[in-house]
């Protein structure tokens, strides 16, 4: 549907996940927000993120063009380390997912990367056509060297396997009384690796430890209590509408609920 560009801007569809530009942009303010904190601009501040599509993370890149002090932007990645091994090969190569503890990452391409792409080939849309081209019809393209080092002057990556996200999970419990999720787990092990000292390194939280009961009590033996603000809310009344898997039915559906249509 997306891509019937007539009906696209007709009802004015659009997706909330992280390949809207709308949603990065407000990504974006939390990275000022935290660095500030910290004493920018007389201090820079380094970040770890999980990262699965690439959005939270590219964000805090168009913060660093904008000038914010950001030293280092690490990728954290679960076994699903395709990131981790473009950066350290130059290839950037799908391989099958892998499932694991943190799901959000359980991915193989992201697509905000393109973006990322697009500035290191100094926005050359005939070298980002042949690499999507490439990806979509080998599985793979090549990073040549200068593109490979406008990259990793700001990034670096590494990735958490899940037996070390659960002991992550565990040992930050032990050592603090506080409850990760596992995303943000795989981002703590990560970055442990990558501190540059003195250099004050954030970690994003992005997920509720309470969404992964399973490896909360796998890892600490403990049941994650959610918000108490979602107590009720599996006695909420549900709203939903079923349609059948068709193409004109859904798009009919979406015309008639669209704002333009009243």
């Known amino acids: 549907m ?10 004015v569809l659009s997706g909330i996940n992280s390949i809207n530009w709308a949603r990065i942009m407000a990504q974006i303010v939390y ?37 914010l002090p950001i030293a280092q932007l690490v990728i954290a990645t679960n076994d699903n380390d395709i990131l981790p091994r473009a950066l350290t090969s130059g290839i950037y190569e799908i391989c099958p997912t892998i499932h694991t503890t943190s799901p959000s990452m359980d991915m193989q391409l992201s697509s905000n990367f393109e973006r990322l792409l697009f500035e290191s080939c100094n926005r050359d849309p005939v070298w980002i056509c042949n690499a999507m081209e490439n990806l979509n019809q080998l599985g793979w393209f090549h990073l040549d060297k200068k593109q490979l080092k406008n990259i990793c002057t700001l990034f670096s990556a590494g990735k958490s396997s899940v037996t070390e996200t659960t002991q992550t999970i565990n040992s930050v419990y032990k050592e603090s009384g506080y409850l990760v999720d596992p995303h943000t787990a795989v981002a703590l092990k990560v970055a442990r690796e990558k501190k540059q000292s003195p250099i004050p390194m954030i970690i994003l939280a992005t997920a509720h430890p309470a969404k992964f009961p399973d490896t909360i009590q796998s890892a600490c033996g403990i049941n994650a209590l959610q918000p108490s603000c979602l107590n009720d809310l599996m006695q909420r009344e549900e709203h939903f509408t079923s349609l059948a898997n068709d193409e004109k039915i859904v798009k009919d559906y979406i015309s008639l609920k669209s704002r333009t249509s009243h």
Request: proline fraction near 4%.
């Open 2 to 11: 997306f891509n019937d560009h007539n009906f696209r801007q007709k009802t």
């Open 31 to 67: 990275y000022f927000s935290s660095v500030l904190s910290l004493g920018a601009p007389d201090r820079s501040v380094s970040f770890t993120i999980p990262t699965g599509n690439f959005g939270d993370i590219f964000a805090g890149y168009i913060a660093a063009r904008m000038g």
